[in-house]
């Protein structure tokens, strides 16, 4: 498509369901990246893909975050049993190479309650 | 972990004026990424500096990157309404992690008119 598409663009959950989240990268980039943004903050790095495999991961803050890429183009992040402290929005980047500039998405306003 | 620190982290100029937002890093960097965030949007990349004392201008935006690849700043010249926003630094360190981007806390311009 013609820019980087982010589904859910909000989301209200209960503290302790499950949530995905969704990206639809700009065709032909092969690298995918997941932010995530509070409120008056820069986005903080979570989650790397080149291709099909995660690249880098270490962003993760622990394990109910996951994310997969498996047929190299639509991302999606998972997370589980959800916190009060996940509310943030989650913004999605693909660029043509890795290391080269992003282009983000509308991103996917979390609301956990 | 690696941080940007980035100063200020507000600015109100009056239409017209100048504005600088400035970036440091204790470490040295790959390269260094601006984005600029409108209100209520999502960060859109502006440009990328990679060499040593770089200085690149986009109409009346002037970039830089020190010599040492550890600071860099964002010069706009005769700031007008549609500056308005706030403007992230990101950089990029060497080795593992390479393709994480560090981002400052932002400088949030708001222009008088």
């Known amino acids: 498509g013609a820019g980087v598409s982010q589904t859910p663009s909000n989301k209200v959950t209960e503290k302790g369901k499950y949530v995905e989240l969704r990206c639809d990268p700009i065709?032909?980039?092969?690298?995918l990246y997941w932010y995530r943004q509070s409120l008056g903050q820069g986005p903080e790095f979570l989650i790397y893909?080149?291709?099909?495999?995660?690249?880098?991961d270490s962003g993760l803050p622990n394990d109910r975050f996951f994310a997969v890429r498996p047929e190299g183009s639509v991302s999606t992040l998972k997370i589980q049993r959800t916190e009060r402290g996940d509310s943030a929005v989650y913004l999605c980047?693909?660029?043509?190479?890795?290391?080269?500039?992003?282009?983000f998405g509308s991103g996917t306003r979390l609301t956990v309650v | 972990g690696q941080q940007v620190m980035q100063i200020p982290q507000y600015q109100h100029v009056q239409e017209g004026e100048d504005f600088t937002t400035y970036c440091n890093s204790s470490t040295t960097l790959s390269n260094i990424q601006w984005y600029k965030q409108r209100p209520g949007g999502h960060p859109v990349f502006l440009i990328q500096l990679v060499k040593s004392g770089e200085v690149k201008k986009q109409k009346r935006l002037t970039f830089q990157f020190g010599e040492a690849k550890k600071n860099s700043s964002l010069h706009i010249t005769a700031t007008q309404t549609t500056d308005v926003g706030t403007y992230f630094c990101a950089g990029a360190y060497s080795g593992a992690g390479s393709y994480q981007l560090t981002f400052g806390k932002g400088t949030k311009l708001s222009v008088i008119p």
């Open positions: 980047a693909s660029s043509a190479t890795g290391g080269s500039g992003y282009t």
């Open positions: 065709s032909g980039h092969t690298a």
């Open positions: 893909f080149q291709g099909t495999g995660a690249a880098d």
